[in-house]
């Protein structure tokens, strides 16, 4: 790598350290350049990317950050990196790539400012990825959705047959106000008093 190369390599990872989700540092000794290319392209495939660097060029480029001492001690013999724009991504690639390539060793890597111990990194890995996650919130948002309409529709089917079936019913009309009560004594009928009042005229009478 020539001079301004090296130049415009540290200009353009400083921006990255700056904007990336996750930086994974790992060792790829023993690694074919056929598996470094896969491992490329799985890593391309979710939005990230696979850098094989000099850590020459790493320490100058960490020497402006304030990053601790743990994660510049990974830059020790034939070190790459994989990061992504998300938390999850590269971690999730570089342990799926490693379990079927143990040339590949994760070391440990680094969110923002917070320094990841390998079994942070391989913790992260085990998250389900973003898309994985936006597939199970789409589910949780859709299935009491159509829970939902199906209640709604079923309440108004039932209540629909509850009119129906209501209509059915011969149930009798209130009386009218002009109407006289059943309970109400016919003209040819005496009341019970009436019919008292004569029984009793009779006896003194006699």
Same mark, same amino acid.
């Given at each position: 790598?020539?001079?301004?190369? !090296?130049?415009?390599?540290?200009? &353009? ?5 700056? &904007? ?7 060792? *790829? ?12 392209? $799985? ?5 990230? +990317?696979?850098?094989?660097?000099? &850590? ?12 601790? !001492? ?5 830059? %020790?013999?034939? =070190?790459?990196?994989? *990061?992504?724009?998300? @938390? ?10 490693? $379990? ?22 391989? @913790? ?7 898309? /994985?996650?936006?597939? +199970? ?12 309409? *199906? ?13 129906? /079936? ?6 009798? !009309?209130? %009386? +009218? ?12 009928? +005496?009341?019970? =008093?009436?019919?008292?009042? @004569?029984? &009793? ?6």
């Amino acid at each position: 790598m020539k001079r301004d190369q !090296k130049k415009q390599f540290v200009k &353009n990872f400083k921006d990255i350290l700056d &904007n990336v989700g996750i930086l994974v540092v790992t060792h *790829y000794s023993g690694l074919k350049t056929t598996q470094t290319d896969e491992l490329r392209l $799985k890593i391309k495939e979710v939005g990230g +990317k696979f850098v094989i660097v000099k &850590n020459s060029l790493m320490k100058i480029i960490l020497k402006d950050h304030n990053i601790s !001492k743990e994660f510049k001690a990974l830059f %020790n013999g034939p =070190v790459a990196l994989t *990061y992504s724009e998300d @938390e999850v991504s590269a971690a999730k690639v570089a342990f799926n790539f490693s $379990k079927d390539n143990d040339k590949l060793l994760i070391l440990g890597g680094m969110i923002g400012d917070k320094f990841l111990e390998q079994k942070d990194v391989l @913790e992260i890995a085990t998250l389900p990825s973003l898309d /994985e996650i936006r597939a +199970k919130l789409v589910s949780l948002i859709q299935t009491p959705a159509r829970n939902i309409a *199906y209640a709604l529709k079923f309440s108004a089917n039932k209540l629909a047959r509850v009119f129906n /079936e209501y209509s059915k019913l011969d149930i009798p !009309k209130e %009386n +009218k106000p002009n109407e006289k009560p059943e309970t109400e004594a016919k003209p040819d009928e +005496k009341s019970e =008093v009436e019919t008292n009042n @004569e029984n &009793n005229k009779e006896i003194e009478d006699k």
